[in-house]
């Protein structure tokens, strides 16, 4: 049994279509991910932005199954697979291992507030436990924003102490750039981190980060591949902000539905743009100041569409 | 086909016990819900103080099963049933209007935070239209402090305008009176509007409301049902007073484990006092100062533990 290599690089947290009756598209995420794939960005489905959180385990398990039919490439996938009930996170987390997927993003349990690290600790522990699998490899997901519930440094070495070839790293969503680097200055072997936010790339690699798991590189992939390469070529700082022009002007609006409308303007598929509720696509006059936005600075998403 | 009478009165949300294999106890579930009718209190099971977030959709629709099978009545039951995907909502929702419920008692979508009204309505109105079932009676469930997503009274007019004989009710676990005040003001034709805290059951009660639905009724069910019947009688605020007392020996711990540790101690039943991650049990040292903190007042579950 092959065990998979840690992964390193930009990901990005696929956004998940879905069709006017609110169900998982899995045709279109696939040409989705063979997009992403062909601009070498990896696979974190079920991320944040894709909103997975609204979404069922039984509907996340057949989206992982008919994307492995179709031929996507498993050892470049990092599914989201934590979930509120930990019994839950047991079963998809062992559906990706068992599907081949390289690592697997993981939250904590997110109902539960002011939890301790205790708690914590006993929920990852239980589910490392209980799957049991040398092929395990999960990466941890740091994003207090949304889930409320923070993973501390102590709770973080402490899990890598008790499982080191378990939980290989972090993605950091925090926003809060001196977390990263206590975390990169913390000594710990090959772990590997990731900033949630492209705007933290160049800092991160300047202090042997990992690369970046980041919603923007749905739309953004290649400007954002190329910084994680050439970040000390010189360019460094330019191609940063390069990047932070194209992120703010999509963060101006409600995130996950701004990806999704540019998604659909590019792709010349409409559909795209659908929301499952509780969020909800932008309005018309969002998108058309949006489109406008992106016209300014000649923003494209060369080949997407093209699979159709 | 008979549809619910509307409910009012003190109901809990019921410790769910678990074993030493972190599975749900349907035995001693079963028991505890059998104590807590027997005192006239209804069963609010999978509430936030059941721990019921924790736990899986199948793993709720087994013990709705279980609890059934061993006869108890599904007409005094009003489980929790919104989670953080909607199409788990519906299935846990279908099952407990098919298994003859009273009501559901529904949080909404909790993972997104900042949501909109629209998408908020998208959400109950989805779920409403799929169940397409007139016996389905929602129990709005308010808990900002918890699930970080509030329900505005806007929203609740517009349920209620659109969905009158579903929508017929409200817990407010906010801890904010005035909010609960807002509503008992705004007229909704019988909503029943239900305190998340005992704390606030004679104002609740003075001000036209329809009783609570409190973690402390797990323990101290007598005295609150007291309350909510001689609220009127003339000793009503020394009837608080007296409630509150209690409650404060409680929530000096966290409080879904100091309910465990006391419905554990009273029973003479240790294994009551079990969490599911990543909620931990109270410490040696917490169980013996909230036992010493409740002989201090005399307090006892009479009757508890009877049953085995």
Redesign the interface.
């Given at each position: 049994m092959s065990v998979p290599e840690r992964m390193s690089g930009v990901l990005t947290p696929v956004v998940t279509p879905f069709g006017n009756d609110?169900a998982p598209d899995a045709k279109r995420l696939t040409e989705q991910c063979r997009w992403l794939l062909a601009q070498e960005v990896g696979l974190a489905v079920f991320g944040?932005n894709s909103e997975a959180?609204?979404?069922?385990?039984d509907?996340k398990i057949e989206l992982i199954d008919r994307l492995l039919e179709a031929g996507i490439d498993a050892a470049r996938m990092m599914p989201g697979t934590g979930?509120?009930?930990?019994?839950?996170s047991v079963?998809l987390t062992s559906h990706a291992v068992n599907s081949g997927c390289s690592g697997v993003l993981m939250l904590?349990?997110?109902?539960?507030?002011d939890?301790?690290d205790?708690?914590?600790f006993?929920?990852y522990a239980?589910i490392i436990e209980r799957i049991g699998d040398a092929r395990l490899r999960i990466y941890l997901y740091h994003i207090p924003?949304?889930?409320?519930v923070p993973l501390s440094l102590p709770l973080i070495e402490r899990l890598i102490t008790s499982y080191p070839e378990t939980v290989v790293g972090i993605k950091d969503s925090g926003g809060d750039w001196a977390n990263t680097k206590a975390m990169l200055d913390a000594g710990w072997d090959d772990f590997r981190i990731f900033v949630g936010s492209e705007a933290f790339l160049l800092d991160n690699m300047r202090n042997g980060g990992d690369g970046c798991i980041s919603a923007s590189a749905n739309v953004n992939p290649a400007a954002i591949l190329a910084l994680y390469h050439k970040w000390d070529d010189g360019d460094g700082e330019a191609m940063q902000a390069g990047l932070n022009d194209v992120r703010e002007r999509f963060i101006q609006f409600p995130m996950i539905a701004a990806l999704k409308a540019g998604v659909a303007h590019f792709s010349g598929d409409p559909g795209w743009a659908q929301m499952?509720?509780?969020?909800?696509a932008l309005d018309a006059g969002q998108q058309a100041q949006l489109q406008k936005s992106l016209e300014d600075i000649g923003f494209t998403m060369d080949g997407l569409g093209a699979g159709k």
């Open positions: 609110l944040t959180n609204s979404m069922s385990v509907e979930c509120a009930a930990f019994t839950d079963r904590p349990p997110f109902y539960y507030k939890v301790s205790d708690g914590l006993a929920v239980e924003p949304i889930s409320q499952r509720p509780p969020l909800v």
